[in-house]
């Protein structure tokens, strides 16, 4: 039987499918008798989710896109040149 | 991302490397399209500001055109560019005063003797949805991924944020592909704990209300 600690740290793997048949076996049967660990592993799940979803929407903003512009094109000119 | 899409994209890369090399002065352009999205998010989630996030742009764009001969193909050309911006965005940071990080190991969780979790866990994974699009979550969000230190931030930003795979971060970092999970688990950790802080209270006030 393995205890919270050795589950939380086996938490990761366990996410990406890169446990073995036995250590996946008894992580969940330690789910079934421990709430609070599946409370964890929701949570753990749910947090990376949360911030990929806040953090990767980021868009430039219009003028940030157009100062963006000008100086890729102003560069070209003087390459250009050159 | 499929196998096909993957090779697709390497020599999408590959043409784009060449024609910047012959200085094809049209490859900017593309460059531009292609990367400057990821630079801008990247920069901006570490700089945390419009201005300096403009500034790292601009600046990993250049480094790009200026020093596109030097880069060898040792690496995959979207690595080269993430370090280059991760360079550009940490000096931008240095020339800023700095909030000292806490530490993580305050955040990690707790066991007793016989390895069993110490705190009351509360399960806030179902409401997260409703959570998602307020202001006030994005908020905490982003303060939560600010406070991390900056050897978890970069790894969690990179494999969770921008989606990159285990191999590639670790490729960008330099770092072992082990070092890479036990940081983004770390960081994970951390995270979870600081939300955790956040949702709990919120559910509370909710209740209350």
């Not at chain 1, 446990?19 to 990376?48: G, M, R, V, W």
């Not at chain 2, 601009?58 to 480094?63: D, G, H, M």
């Not at chain 2, 978890?152 to 989606?163: A, I």
């Not at chain 2, 330099?174 to 940081?183: G, I, M, Q, W």
């Amino acid at each position: 039987m393995i205890c919270c600690k050795e589950c939380i740290d086996l938490l990761y793997d366990y996410i990406e499918g890169a446990l073995d048949q036995n250590t996946t076996k008894s992580l969940e049967e330690h789910f079934q008798d421990c709430p609070p660990c599946i409370a964890f592993l929701n949570t753990y799940k749910s947090t990376t989710t949360l911030c990929r979803e806040t953090l990767n929407q980021i868009e430039i903003p219009d003028e940030v896109r157009r100062t963006l512009q000008n100086f890729l094109k102003e560069h070209k000119t003087q390459q250009e040149k050159l | 991302m499929s196998f096909s899409q993957q090779k697709e994209d390497k020599e999408i890369e590959e043409a784009l490397v060449r024609d910047l090399q012959a200085g094809n002065l049209e490859a900017y352009d593309k460059i531009a399209e292609l990367y400057q999205k990821k630079i801008y998010g990247l920069s901006f989630n570490l700089v945390r500001n419009q201005m300096d996030a403009q500034d790292v742009t601009q600046e990993v764009l250049l480094t790009l055109f200026r020093k596109i001969n030097t880069f060898q193909g040792k690496s995959a050309f979207s690595s080269w560019v993430y370090r280059i911006t991760l360079n550009a965005s940490y000096m931008k940071l240095r020339s800023k005063k700095k909030e000292p990080n806490i530490s993580i190991d305050e955040l990690l969780p707790s066991f007793n003797g016989a390895g069993f979790q110490q705190e009351k866990i509360q399960d806030w994974s179902g409401n997260t949805e409703s959570l998602l699009f307020t202001n006030e979550t994005r908020e905490v969000i982003k303060k939560a991924v600010d406070l991390l230190p900056e050897k978890e931030k970069v790894v969690f930003l990179l494999r969770d944020v921008e989606g990159l795979s285990t191999e590639k971060v670790s490729e960008v970092l330099e770092l072992t592909v082990p070092a890479v999970k036990s940081r983004l688990h770390r960081a994970r950790l951390f995270l979870r704990k600081k939300l955790s802080g956040y949702f709990e209270e919120y559910n509370s006030r909710k209740g209350e209300a």
